[in-house]
């Protein structure tokens, strides 16, 4: 918890705020906010001589859809406050991308830099056996994912210990998502929150008159952006926007400190120098321009803070320079902070819809656990074929035919990671333009975070209507 109002309660004044824009019933509203079941867990871990108490906690936010779904994540600032926080979003997010779950969040109190990799295993699969013995996870009640601070790794020995437990549960490999590849994972979801977040922004900035209000012209070649924290989400978000969208990274930061380069950073080679040093600071070409923080005051296009929560607050709100900022960290700016920032024009894009990526893969790979074979497996084949009898038919009615290239290109059928891309493409692009038509239907609305709570809270209320619960 940071500051003067805790992360939840700043979720729920949100929530608050869209909801007086809808009819849903006071009651319902109420019920949507609570989270409905929180587990405390205290476990011991051996270190040295000497034993430590764990702090872990695990939240399933909402059940108006179930499994619950949601990262863990390793850190220090881990609290019961940020794990509801973030449970929340996770319901708000899914509701949002029409992802079928509710928002669950966990949470372990630690910095793992400071375990082994064979404690940070203890811990996990003790985590983990709490978990079982308390029924807060499987592939039908509640499942994890990676978050800040975990990975594949992770959730290897998540599911590894969940299989020794169920033993012959038929479903059991979706128990957990974000799973390395070989063991049952996906294609793509390592990426997927940072690919995500480059076909929303790709989308935000693709209406001219959304742009020409903020000055811009559409597109994203040419633009210009800053980011902040080079973990899984936002070195993805700066490679993929790099490579794809053209656009020129400017400015980037780590704990270590920004760094700042107007004729553009090539993000490739700055994480391999950053492998080898440990550093950002000293790339060639750059300029050490401050601490963590100074890189979000550049002026810039597009500004990514990719981090933890809390980096945009009061204190320095009004120096932010971008024109749009992208929260693909959860929760980057405070509460006060956001309407200083909407008052200087900025346009926001949402965490809980711009860096949804992550968990619409998780859906795809937890589809493809639960139907146990991998996607296109059944028609491919069939589908090629057909595809090959019409370009003959083409070919034989217009006495013209065309190379095996060619041939290859229109007839094979997709591969896993392009049926994925285009699964997550075609989520962020209808997410983004209900959030759009929202904020056209109701003039009074003035910012993209409030409109998309309005999404998600007419999806959930209306869940929770078809339940009868609410007649
Ligand atoms: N931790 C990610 C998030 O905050 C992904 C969650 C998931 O895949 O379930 O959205």
């Given amino acids: 918890?940071?500051?003067?109002?805790?992360?939840?309660?700043?979720?729920?004044?949100?929530?608050?705020?869209?909801?007086?824009?809808?009819?849903?019933?006071?009651?319902?509203?109420?019920?949507?906010?609570?989270?409905?079941?929180?587990?405390?867990?205290?476990?011991?871990?051996?270190?040295?001589?000497?034993y430590q108490v764990i702090e872990a906690y695990r939240v399933q936010h909402s059940h108006h859809r179930l499994p619950t779904k949601g990262g863990i994540r390793y850190a220090?600032?881990?609290?019961?406050?940020?794990?509801?926080?973030?449970a929340a979003l996770m319901t708000y997010?899914?509701?949002?991308?029409?992802?079928?779950?509710?928002?669950?969040?966990?949470?372990?109190?630690?910095?793992?830099?400071?375990?082994?990799?064979?404690?940070?295993?203890?811990?996990?699969?003790?985590?983990?056996?709490?978990?079982?013995?308390?029924?807060?996870?499987?592939?039908g009640i509640d499942v994890p994912a990676p978050d800040y601070g975990t990975g594949p790794r992770e959730m290897a020995w998540i599911l590894d210990t969940y299989q020794a437990f169920r033993h012959g549960e038929i479903d059991s490999i979706g128990c957990v998502t974000g799973k390395p590849v070989t063991q049952n994972g996906i294609r793509g979801r390592a990426e997927?929150?940072?690919?995500?977040?480059?076909?929303?922004?790709?989308?935000?900035?693709?209406?001219?008159?959304d742009m020409a209000k903020i000055g811009l012209t559409p597109g994203m070649e040419g633009k210009t952006m800053v980011v902040q924290g080079l973990g899984n989400v936002g070195s993805?978000?700066?490679?993929?926007?790099?490579?794809?969208?053209?656009?020129?990274?400017?400015?980037?930061?780590?704990?270590e400190g920004s760094?700042?380069?107007?004729?553009?950073?090539?993000?490739?080679?700055?994480?391999a120098f950053r492998r080898e040093t440990g550093s950002i600071i000293g790339y060639p070409?750059?300029?050490?321009?401050?601490?963590?923080?100074?890189a979000l005051e550049m002026e810039c296009d597009i500004?990514?803070?990719?981090?933890?929560?809390?980096?945009?607050?009061?204190?320095n709100a009004d120096r932010i320079k971008a024109k749009i900022i992208a929260e693909a960290a959860n929760g980057p700016i405070t509460a006060d902070a956001d309407p200083i920032l909407q008052k200087k024009g900025i346009v926001i894009l949402p965490d809980f819809y711009i860096n949804a990526g992550g968990v619409t893969v998780s859906y795809f790979e937890w589809l493809k656990n639960l139907s146990h074979h991998r996607f296109g497996r059944l028609e491919n084949r069939f589908q090629t074929n057909a595809f090959a009898r019409i370009v003959s038919k083409v070919e034989e009615m217009t006495g013209k035919t065309i190379t095996d290239r060619e041939r290859e290109l229109l007839t094979r059928g997709g591969t896993e990671i392009e049926l994925v891309n285009s699964g997550l493409e075609d989520t962020m692009i209808t997410a983004f333009d209900q959030i759009r038509e929202t904020l056209k239907q109701h003039p009074d609305i003035k910012d993209l975070r409030t409109a998309a709570f309005v999404c998600s809270l007419k999806k959930i209320a209306s869940d929770y209507i078809s339940m009868g619960i609410f007649p």
């Fill in 1 to 50: 918890m940071s500051g003067k109002i805790s992360f939840f309660k700043s979720v729920e004044n949100y929530v608050d705020k869209a909801a007086s824009y809808t009819d849903i019933p006071r009651g319902l509203v109420e019920q949507i906010k609570a989270c409905n079941l929180v587990l405390q867990i205290r476990f011991p871990v051996r270190v040295g001589n000497d």
């Fill in 285 to 294: 070409g750059s300029t050490h321009i401050g601490d963590a923080l100074a």
């Fill in 303 to 315: 500004l990514v803070p990719a981090a933890l929560e809390n980096q945009i607050t009061l204190e």
């Fill in 259 to 271: 760094i700042q380069d107007l004729n553009g950073i090539d993000v490739e080679k700055l994480l």
């Fill in 192 to 209: 997927a929150t940072g690919r995500g977040v480059y076909y929303g922004l790709r989308q935000c900035v693709s209406y001219a008159e």
């Fill in 93 to 139: 997010k899914c509701a949002l991308v029409d992802v079928p779950f509710g928002g669950a969040k966990g949470g372990i109190r630690i910095n793992p830099a400071n375990y082994t990799v064979e404690q940070l295993q203890s811990i996990t699969r003790r985590y983990t056996t709490e978990l079982i013995k308390k029924n807060f996870i499987g592939p």
């Fill in 236 to 255: 993805n978000t700066a490679l993929i926007s790099q490579k794809e969208g053209g656009v020129k990274i400017i400015g980037v930061s780590e704990r």
């Fill in 76 to 86: 220090e600032s881990v609290d019961q406050d940020e794990v509801m926080a973030l």
